[in-house]
């Protein structure tokens, strides 16, 4: 059976593991390149959720990962608050997927 984990600052996470995800409190992009490596490559996991400020700094190591089928590398909002960035990925990714912005009709 497949896993789900989340990333991220440790106030922006602490609450996923009550609904049975696994959370990885990493703020370090070189700890968290090495981390999304780690359960992307060979941890079983289907969906690993990184928070959007955690996303900004290691951008190169999830594009490496967006082509794959799994795991899905999906990126939410953080304690912080909301950036776009996610919405973002949703639309490049539906972009890519449909051939045009059914999004935001742009």
Do not use: C, W
Not at 63 to 86: K, M, Q, Y
């Amino acid at each position: 059976m497949y896993k789900i984990a989340v990333m991220g600052d440790q106030d922006s996470i602490y609450g996923f593991a009550a609904l049975g995800l696994e959370p990885f409190s990493i703020t370090n992009p070189q700890a968290a390149e090495r981390k999304l490596r780690e359960l992307a490559e060979g941890g079983g996991y289907a969906v690993i959720f990184i928070t959007e400020a955690l996303a900004a700094q290691i951008e190169p190591e999830i594009e490496r990962h967006r082509s794959a089928g799994l795991p899905a590398v999906i990126l939410i909002p953080g304690a912080s608050g909301n950036t776009g960035r996610g919405m973002m990925a949703v639309k490049k990714s539906v972009e890519q997927a449909v051939g045009s912005d059914i999004i935001f009709n742009g």
